[in-house]
Nanobody
Framework: QVQLVESGGGLVQAGGSLRLSCAASTSIFSRYDMGWYRQAPGKQRELAARISSGGSTNYADSVKGRFTISRDNAKKTAYLQMNSLKPEDTAVYYC?????????????WGQGTQVTVSS
């Protein structure tokens, strides 16, 4: 399993920005697809953004145009740049690393970082 450590969460006013970081412990970071998921109180965890090992990205409709996911394989770190934040973006944000080994999923999660957007 990969150890993932998120950082960068906090309290921000609506319209503001935050950048989340996810540092991974594995030496084969470049082989993993990386994702940022979020879970608001009383709601299910949902995908916010994902970047494949090859660099392809996809976003939830609710964050398209405002969030940007990226990765630095040399630093073994994934990022989520969040702009134009809204109160509905308030959630715990979790980093996810995933790959398949002989068809078997290999998934790891970080501990989560709180993002709170005030109106």
């Amino acid at each position: 399993q990969v150890q993932l450590v998120e950082s960068g969460g906090g309290l921000v006013q609506a319209g503001g920005s935050l950048r989340l970081s996810c540092a991974a412990s594995t030496s084969i970071f470049s082989r993993y697809d990386m994702g940022w998921y979020r879970q608001a109180p009383g709601k299910q965890r949902e995908l916010a953004a994902r970047i494949s090992s090859g660099g392809s990205t996809n976003y939830a409709d609710s964050v398209k145009g405002r969030f940007t996911i990226s990765r630095d394989n040399a630093k073994k770190t994934a990022y989520l740049q969040m702009n134009s934040l809204k109160p509905e973006d308030t959630a715990v944000y979790y980093c996810n690393a995933e790959r398949k080994v002989l068809g078997v999923p290999d998934k790891s999660w970080g501990q989560g970082t709180q993002v709170t957007v005030s109106s």
